[in-house]
Nanobody, 118 residues
């Protein structure tokens, strides 16, 4: 199993940047694909970005391509989401998640709030 704790959320003006971090417990962090999801008020949770176990493959939802970058450091059991050129529509609770290869995301953090003011 893996436990996840997010940090780095906050309030930022439109056009600004934030860097989210997710710290994972356990010795098998490199066995998990990692992802970031978000949920805005009144909306369903959506996939934002994902990264493979080695970090060699990444995927993004179209709305954040070119603005967000996901990365991981397997030596430090961390995954990051660098968010640039933030827009008010990026406002949401952001969750870090983990899955075994070819599985569903079964491990979740508690979430961190990101608020982008216009």
């Amino acid at each position: 199993q893996v436990q996840l704790v997010e940090s780095g959320g906050g309030l930022v003006q439109a056009g600004g940047s934030l860097r989210l971090s997710c710290a994972a417990s356990g010795r098998t962090f490199s066995s998990y694909d990692m992802g970031w999801f978000r949920q805005a008020p009144g909306k369903e949770r959506e996939f934002v970005a994902g990264i493979s176990r080695s970090g060699g493959s990444t995927k993004y939802v179209d709305s954040v391509k070119g603005r967000f970058t996901i990365s991981r450091d397997n030596a430090k059991n961390t995954v990051h989401l660098q968010m640039n050129s933030l827009k008010p529509e990026d406002t949401a609770v952001y969750y870090c998640a983990a899955r075994v290869v070819a599985g569903t995301y079964g491990y979740w953090g508690q979430g961190t709030q990101v608020t982008v003011s216009s």
